[in-house]
């Protein structure tokens, strides 16, 4: 894989961080409003689900199609027609009355997603040397997170006071920032990877030319290690992600919260996101291999399941903040862990794919959730329906402990086998072709998944 040669664009991931996190605000005021209008108008889990599944589908189905464009086509392009389209559709949003507009526009709001969402994954990578990445992970992260963080706060808070208009008018402005750093970044990829490569002319073609090639053999069915951390994943949020549709029926109804602490128990997960981004970002740093983050990753996992567990618990909603701190704690440093891992082991030309493909995943997985979610509830009270999804989680998670174990060891072994007593042998991921990177040991990527068992 190639990162940036030179020093590090540090103006192009402040542009680029900062219009994730606003956008990611955008996005989460516009979701957490539709989800608070339906059920103060009376509406089931199943309408709840079938909001979710809209705002999801169209990031399961396209993404063949829009990581081979993040691949493909210049990231200004993409950014700047991606931030226009999803701005205007949220505009237009405000406005719908009619439940399957609704439905239509937020789906069509999740195909502008769908686009810009691996450009930005993929270009984070791009703009530092690896020993950076930790730092820019931490800033990307961080970005999304205080944007998840705002986003259902303010909701709570405009939706109580304005009705549904006013927090969507705001939510489409949120997606400008993306125009702006479309325009502004220098880095670019796509098809301008060759002239967006600092340095030496001649160098920054050869380096994209042999990252085409390793691109051309790269697929992620043929790594061993990454399938088994996206099964891991996927599985995990299959299992959990019911909560999704659940927790506001719980908040709202089970513990008789109003709208405006609804908001302040959903931004607590994203806070606990945030503080575990940069705690684990520094331990990423450390760890030397990627089987030891991919097997970390299944402690975070636990200890997000664990939370979703012991939150049937509490007798009040604002005793559910704690809870939800530490699920969110863990739920980040997992964040960091598989983003690490796939910026390792794909070459830089195919990033877009391998985000799009990982996204695609854990996409499919958490619309399963919402429909289980969506059907149990019109069966049954949410407080069983959760007790069901952290045990779930738990007993998925255990599942996948042994074969995880047995891919890290086949790993280990097969890079044993090529080092020689002259140095590391020259290898990508198992399958590909081979690719330059030496032992592993950059830092997390960018996070761009922003993957979450709960709370978005």
Same mark, same amino acid.
């Given at each position: 894989?190639?990162?940036?040669?030179?020093?590090?664009?540090?103006?192009?991931?402040?542009?680029?961080?900062?219009?994730?996190?606003?956008?990611?605000?955008?996005?989460?005021?516009?979701?957490?409003?539709?989800?608070?209008?339906?059920?103060?108008? #009376?509406? $089931?889990? @199943?309408?709840?689900?079938?909001?979710?599944?809209?705002?999801? =589908? !169209? /990031? *399961? %189905?396209?993404?063949? +199609?829009?990581?081979?464009?993040?691949?493909?086509?210049?990231?200004?392009?993409?950014?700047?027609?991606?931030?226009?389209?999803?701005?205007?559709?949220?505009?237009?949003?405000?406005?719908?009355?009619?439940?399957?507009?609704?439905?239509?526009?937020?789906?069509?709001?999740?195909?502008?997603?769908?686009?810009?969402?691996?450009?930005?994954?993929?270009?984070?990578?791009?703009?530092?040397?690896?020993?950076?990445?930790?730092?820019?992970?931490?800033?990307?992260?961080?970005?999304?997170?205080?944007?998840?963080?705002?986003?259902?706060?303010?909701?709570?808070?405009?939706?109580? #006071?304005? $009705?549904? @208009?006013?927090?969507?008018?705001?939510?489409?402005?949120?997606? =400008? !920032? /993306? *125009? %702006?750093?479309?325009? +502004?970044?220098?880095?670019?990829?796509?098809?301008?990877?060759?002239?967006?490569?600092?340095?030496?002319?001649?160098?920054?073609?050869?380096?994209?030319?042999?990252?085409?090639?390793?691109?051309?053999?790269?697929?992620?069915?043929?790594?061993?290690?990454?399938?088994?951390?996206?099964?891991?994943?996927?599985?995990?949020?299959?299992?959990?992600?019911?909560?999704?549709?659940?927790?506001?029926?719980?908040?709202?109804?089970?513990?008789?919260?109003?709208?405006?602490?609804?908001?302040?128990?959903?931004?607590?997960?994203?806070?606990?996101?945030?503080?575990?981004?940069?705690?684990?970002?520094?331990?990423?740093?450390?760890?030397?291999?990627?089987?030891?983050?991919?097997?970390?990753?299944?402690?975070?996992?636990?200890?997000?399941?664990?939370?979703?567990?012991?939150?049937?618990?509490?007798?009040?909603?604002?005793?559910?903040?704690?809870?939800?701190?530490?699920?969110?704690?863990?739920?980040?440093?997992?964040?960091?862990?598989?983003?690490?891992?796939?910026?390792?082991?794909?070459?830089?030309?195919?990033?877009?794919?391998?985000?799009?493909?990982?996204?695609?995943?854990?996409?499919?997985?958490?619309?399963?959730?919402?429909?289980?979610?969506?059907?149990?509830?019109?069966?049954?009270?949410?407080?069983?329906?959760?007790?069901?999804?952290?045990?779930?989680?738990?007993?998925?998670?255990?599942?996948?402990?042994?074969?995880?174990?047995?891919?890290?060891?086949?790993?280990?072994?097969?890079?044993?086998?090529?080092?020689?007593?002259?140095?590391?042998?020259?290898?990508?991921?198992?399958?590909?072709?081979?690719?330059?990177?030496?032992?592993?040991?950059?830092?997390?990527?960018?996070?761009?998944?922003?993957?979450?068992?709960?709370?978005?």
């Amino acid at each position: 894989m190639s990162f940036t040669s030179g020093e590090s664009r540090w103006a192009d991931v402040a542009l680029a961080t900062a219009a994730r996190g606003l956008a990611t605000c955008g996005q989460f005021l516009a979701a957490t409003t539709l989800t608070l209008t339906l059920q103060s108008s #009376g509406a $089931g889990g @199943r309408a709840v689900a079938g909001m979710l599944l809209a705002a999801t =589908l !169209p /990031l *399961v %189905v396209l993404a063949p +199609l829009t990581g081979r464009l993040a691949d493909r086509v210049d990231s200004r392009t993409l950014l700047v027609g991606a931030g226009l389209a999803q701005s205007v559709i949220c505009l237009a949003l405000a406005y719908a009355d009619h439940p399957l507009l609704v439905v239509g526009l937020v789906a069509l709001l999740a195909s502008g997603l769908a686009v810009a969402q691996p450009v930005l994954a993929a270009l984070v990578p791009a703009m530092v040397l690896p020993t950076d990445l930790p730092r820019a992970t931490a800033l990307n992260q961080t970005a999304g997170m205080l944007g998840v963080l705002t986003g259902p706060a303010m909701a709570g808070f405009l939706v109580g #006071g304005f $009705g549904s @208009r006013v927090p969507l008018l705001i939510a489409a402005s949120g997606y =400008l !920032p /993306l *125009v %702006v750093a479309g325009l +502004l970044v220098r880095t670019r990829r796509g098809g301008v990877r060759r002239a967006a490569m600092p340095g030496s002319p001649s160098v920054g073609a050869a380096v994209a030319d042999r990252d085409v090639k390793a691109a051309r053999g790269w697929r992620l069915r043929r790594d061993p290690l990454l399938v088994a951390m996206v099964a891991t994943l996927a599985g995990v949020i299959a299992a959990v992600g019911a909560i999704n549709v659940i927790e506001v029926f719980y908040v709202r109804e089970t513990l008789g919260a109003s709208a405006s602490v609804y908001g302040l128990v959903t931004g607590a997960w994203t806070l606990g996101v945030l503080a575990g981004a940069w705690i684990f970002a520094r331990v990423a740093g450390r760890f030397t291999d990627d089987g030891a983050l991919v097997q970390g990753g299944l402690l975070l996992l636990g200890g997000c399941c664990a939370a979703v567990l012991l939150s049937v618990t509490v007798p009040t909603a604002p005793l559910l903040v704690p809870l939800w701190l530490l699920g969110g704690l863990c739920n980040g440093g997992d964040n960091v862990f598989h983003n690490v891992v796939v910026a390792r082991r794909v070459p830089e030309a195919a990033r877009g794919r391998a985000f799009a493909a990982v996204g695609a995943a854990v996409q499919g997985a958490a619309m399963f959730g919402y429909l289980v979610g969506g059907l149990l509830l019109e069966l049954t009270e949410p407080r069983p329906l959760i007790v069901g999804c952290g045990a779930a989680g738990l007993l998925v998670l255990l599942g996948f402990v042994v074969p995880v174990r047995r891919t890290v060891r086949a790993e280990r072994s097969r890079i044993g086998q090529l080092r020689n007593p002259e140095g590391p042998a020259q290898t990508g991921p198992a399958g590909a072709e081979p690719v330059d990177v030496g032992p592993p040991q950059a830092g997390p990527a960018g996070a761009g998944l922003a993957t979450s068992t709960t709370s978005g």
